[in-house]
C-alpha cells in the first residue's frame, strides 16, 4: 500500500501500465568555435520539430478534451516562439561554447529554478509547463523518441510525473486512472484527472520504483490511496467500494437540476459558482449552479502592461451575465494587493502586504479605477442579473465613500443616455473580523453579505492563509470562527437582509449543517463541489441543520464539533 495524495476522487481497479521515463544524456563537451553554427541549425531543427509535434497534439486535445483544455499548449507554443528564450540559447552556444542540448538544459533549469521559487502555488505549477517543453525540445535534438501513449486495452497509469503533451496524447477511453510519484492537488495530473473525471493519486513518491507493466493495481483517489498486487480480501473489498461510489455520483448526477431544499421543504438556499473568467461559466451550468456567488474580476487586470479598458471590462462582464441568465451573478470590483500585484500600478513594498494596501483600500485612493469598473458592470447590467460587491471592507466610511463613487458612474451613464440596472444590488464581502463584529452597523448601509471565510479566517486566527507551516492552525470550525458567521447572518436578517458566503467554507462538507441550521441563504463555491453540499443540504432536515448548529456553537473546540457533525452525518448515512 503507497499513501499519496488524493487529486481526484473515484476508485479504479485494473492493470497497470508504467511510463518509463527515458534516460537523457546530455553532451558536456565543449565544442570547437566554428562548429558553433552547426550546433544552432541542429536548436532550430529541433525548435521546429518541437512546433509540429505540439500543433499536432494541440489538435488532438481539442478534439478529445475541448478548446479550454487545449489551451495550455499556447503556453508551450509561447516558450518555443518566445525570442527571449531562443537568443538565451544560442547565446550560450556561442560565448560558452557548449552543445545546443547543454544549453537548453541550462536556459530552461534557470527559468524553472525561478518559477519553483515563487510563492505562488500557480506559478509553481507552471515550472512543469516550462520543463516539459524543454524536454521535448531536447528529446528532439538527441533523436530520443517520444513514449507512445495509445493503448489497446484499459489500463492505470503510474508515471514519474504526466506532463501535458504526454495526456493530451492519450487515447482516453481505455485510461482508468493516473498515480504519480510526483505532483500535488494543483498540478497538471491533478487538474487533467478532475476534468476527465477519472480517480488520480499524486505525490507517491517512489511508485514507479515498485511495479511493472502488468501488475494489478487500485487507484483509491477518494483516499490518496494506491495498492499494488493486492490481495483477494482488499480486492474483493474495493470492488465493492467502488460499485458504492459509482452509484453515490450516479445519485448525485440526478440533482443537478433540482433546488438545495431541506428533506422537510422548510428551507431552501441558493447554490452558486465562484468564478474567476467567462470560461468558467460552462462548469457552473454543468454543475447545477443557479448563479455566480463570487465573480473574481482580478483576472482581467492581471498579465499585462496596463489597465483594461472599460470596453473590454465590459465585454467580459456582459459575456458573463448573458450566459448565466436569468440567474444572478455578484462581481466584485477589484480585489489586488495582498499576494497579487499589478506591475504597472507602482505598487508599494509592503512589510504585511496582507495588511496592506490593497482591494477597497487602493481603489478608494484611485476612484478613477474604481469608477471605470463600476461603469463596465452598470453598462453589462442590462443583460441579465447583475450584483457589485465591495472586498475588504472594514468599516461603514469605506462602503459610503464607494457608493459615492457608484452614484457619479450611475450619473455620467444617465446624462450619456446609456442605459443600466437601476435598482442593482449592491453588498460587501464581510471578511475582516471588524466587519463581522459590526455586522449591525454595515447592514443598513448594503443589500446583501457575503462572508469571505479564507480572509475571515486568516484574520480572526492570525494565521497566514499561504504558510503551510501552521496551516494545521487553520480552522474553519474554530469557536471564535463560528461566532462570527452568526453574528454576520443574524445582523443581516434583522436589518431584512441576506448573507452568502463565498470562502472555501462554503464547499467544506464538514461546515455545510452548521451553515445552513445557522441560516446562511447562499453557498457560493468551486462548481464541482456543488453536487455534494446539495446532496447534504437535501437529505437534511432544517430542525436538524439548526439542532447541529446550535450544539456547534455551545462547543468549546473544534475536535468536538468535528466529531459531532461525523456522528450525525454517519446517522443519515452520510459518512464523513
Ligand atoms: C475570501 O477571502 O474568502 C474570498 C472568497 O476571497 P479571496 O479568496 O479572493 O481572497
Ligand atoms: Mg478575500
New binding site residues.
Given amino acids: 500500500m503507497l499513501k499519496g495524495v488524493a487529486a481526484s476522487p473515484g476508485i479504479a481497479i485494473g492493470k497497470v501500465h508504467v511510463v518509463k521515463s527515458h534516460q537523457i544524456n546530455i553532451n558536456t563537451e565543449v565544442i570547437a568555435q566554428d562548429d558553433t553554427d552547426a550546433q544552432i541549425k541542429r536548436f532550430d531543427e529541433a525548435i521546429a520539430a518541437s512546433k509540429l509535434q505540439i500543433m499536432q497534439i494541440k489538435e488532438k486535445a481539442e478534439k478529445e478534451l475541448g478548446t479550454d483544455e487545449a489551451r495550455i499548449f499556447d503556453a508551450h507554443f509561447m516558450v518555443l516562439e518566445d525570442p527571449v528564450f531562443l537568443d538565451e540559447v544560442k547565446a550560450k552556444i556561442k560565448t560558452e561554447l557548449i552543445t545546443a542540448d547543454n544549453a537548453v538544459s541550462h536556459v530552461v533549469n534557470n527559468y524553472v529554478d525561478i518559477f519553483s521559487n515563487m510563492d505562488d502555488e500557480y506559478m509553481k505549477e507552471r515550472a512543469a509547463d516550462v520543463k516539459d517543453v524543454g524536454d521535448r525540445i531536447i528529446k528532439n535534438l538527441l533523436g530520443i523518441p517520444t513514449e507512445s501513449f495509445f493503448f489497446s486495452e484499459e489500463v492505470i497509469i503510474i508515471a514519474r510525473d504526466l506532463t501535458p503533451s504526454d495526456t493530451a496524447q492519450m487515447n482516453k477511453d481505455k485510461v482508468l486512472a493516473f498515480a504519480t510519484d510526483m505532483g500535488g492537488r494543483t498540478s497538471h495530473t491533478a487538474i487533467m484527472a478532475r476534468s476527465l473525471e477519472i480517480p488520480a493519486v499524486v505525490g507517491l513518491v517512489n511508485a514507479t520504483d515498485k511495479v511493472q507493466d502488468g501488475d494489478i493495481a487500485i487507484v483509491d483517489g477518494n483516499k490518496g490511496i494506491v495498492y499494488i498486487n493486492p490481495d483477494e480480501t482488499i480486492l474483493k473489498e474495493y470492488e465493492k467500494l467502488k460499485q458504492d461510489y459509482l452509484e453515490y455520483r450516479k445519485n448525485l448526477r440526478e440533482l443537478k437540476d433540482l433546488t438545495a431544499e431541506t428533506r422537510d421543504k422548510l428551507r431552501t438556499v441558493e447554490l452558486a459558482a ?1 468564478i474567476g473568467t467567462p470560461r468558467d461559466v460552462k462548469g457552473a451550468l454543468e454543475n447545477g449552479a443557479e448563479g455566480v456567488g ?1 465573480y ?1 474580476t482580478e483576472f482581467l487586470y492581471m498579465d499585462r502592461d496596463e489597465l483594461p479598458t472599460e470596453e473590454e471590462q465590459y465585454k467580459a462582464y456582459r459575456e458573463v451575465i448573458e450566459k448565466m441568465a436569468p440567474r444572478p451573478i455578484i462581481i466584485r470590483t477589484l ?1 489586488i494587493g495582498g499576494d497579487k500585484k499589478l506591475p504597472y500600478l507602482d505598487m508599494p513594498e509592503e512589510l504585511n502586504p496582507f495588511l496592506g494596501w490593497r482591494a477597497i483600500r487602493m481603489c478608494l485612493d484611485r476612484p478613477e479605477i474604481l469608477k471605470t469598473q463600476l461603469r463596465a458592470i452598470l453598462r453589462a447590467s442590462v443583460y441579465g442579473k447583475a450584483k457589485i460587491m465591495y ?1 475588504m471592507v472594514s468599516g461603514l466610511e469605506e462602503i459610503r465613500r464607494a457608493n459615492a463613487v457608484l452614484k457619479e458612474a450611475k450619473e455620467e451613464l444617465k446624462a450619456e443616455g446609456i442605459p443600466f440596472d437601476e435598482n442593482i444590488e449592491v453588498g460587501i ?1 464581510v ?1 475582516i473580523p471588524s466587519a463581522a463584529v459590526i455586522a449591525d452597523i454595515l447592514a443598513k448601509e448594503v443589500d446583501f453579505f457575503s462572508i ?5 479566517i486568516q484574520y480572526t486566527l492570525a494565521v497566514d492563509r499561504m504558510n503551510e507551516h501552521i496551516s494545521h492552525l487553520y480552522e474553519p470550525l474554530h469557536p471564535a470562527v463560528l461566532r462570527l458567521i452568526k453574528n454576520v447572518i443574524d445582523a443581516s436578517h434583522r436589518a431584512g437582509k441576506w448573507t452568502g458566503m ?3 467554507m462554503a464547499g467544506d462538507t464538514w461546515a455545510t449543517a452548521i451553515l445552513l441550521g445557522m441560516g446562511l441563504d447562499e453557498f457560493s463555491m468551486s462548481a464541482s463541489s456543488i453536487p455534494q453540499v446539495k446532496n447534504i443540504i437535501r437529505t437534511l432536515t432544517y430542525e436538524k441543520a439548526k439542532q447541529i448548529a446550535q450544539e456547534a456553537l455551545s462547543m468549546d473546540n473544534p475536535e468536538d464539533i468535528r466529531n459531532m457533525v461525523k456522528r450525525e452525518m454517519e446517522a443519515i448515512n452520510l459518512p464523513m
Fill in positions: 465562484n463570487l473574481r480585489d472586498p464581502m471578511e469571505g471565510t479564507n480572509d475571515l463565498c470562502g472555501e
